[in-house]
């Protein structure tokens, strides 16, 4: 593997241009961060200001993967503003395997835009930081999720059945993945 790793900010796909966070972008990620809807299956509840400041704050430091647990939190723009974040983190070094996760301001949902986004992020991994095994962890009941799992080519691994108390209540865990060779088979 190529660690460490700084994200080539910013990385230019076919519509979006995928980028460091900056504490300019507070506004535009807490208009998604704040949103029930969206953060219905993510760990967190809705965010407010100050909440969403202090982690673009953190996010905007994150450029670089060495080790276990460093992590991008990129932000996917159009025409310049930031209409949603890719996660990145190393699980395992040793294991050279990766976990990615995502979200999108509803506004720009149902358009591709999240598929372009972590795709380029997957070619990224597999290709440039050399990386073997990719997973997102998921709420199966996560339709939008699920969906773009199987748009991009992960796999359905794990189904955990009432394995997390979850805002309130015992619910499910999958767990999606894709490994190097699978991606660079892609049909
Ligand atoms: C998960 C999430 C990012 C998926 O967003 P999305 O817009 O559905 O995903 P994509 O950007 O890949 O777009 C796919 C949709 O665009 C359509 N589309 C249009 N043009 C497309 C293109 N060029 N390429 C791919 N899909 C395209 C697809 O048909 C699909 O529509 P459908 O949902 O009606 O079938 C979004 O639901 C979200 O942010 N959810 C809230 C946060 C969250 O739960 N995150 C995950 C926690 S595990």
Redesign the pocket.
Known sequence: MQLPFSFPSPLRTERLVLRFMTVSDIDDVHA?QSRE??????TYEPRDRPTVAEKVTQYADAHVLAGDGDYWQIAATLDGRVI?DVYFTIKSVEQQTAEI??????D???????????GAMLALAFDQVGLRRII????PR?D??T??CR?LGLREEAHFVEDEWFKGEWADTGIYAILAREWASRG
């Not at 720009?108 to 972590?118: I, L, P, V």
């Not at 997102?136 to 709420?139: E, P």
């Open positions: 998604y809807d969206v953060c219905r299956y993510m949603g996760g995502w979200s999108l301001h509803p720009f949902q149902g358009r591709g835009y999240m598929s372009e986004a972590a997102a962890v998921l709420d996560n939008g999720s969906a773009l748009r």
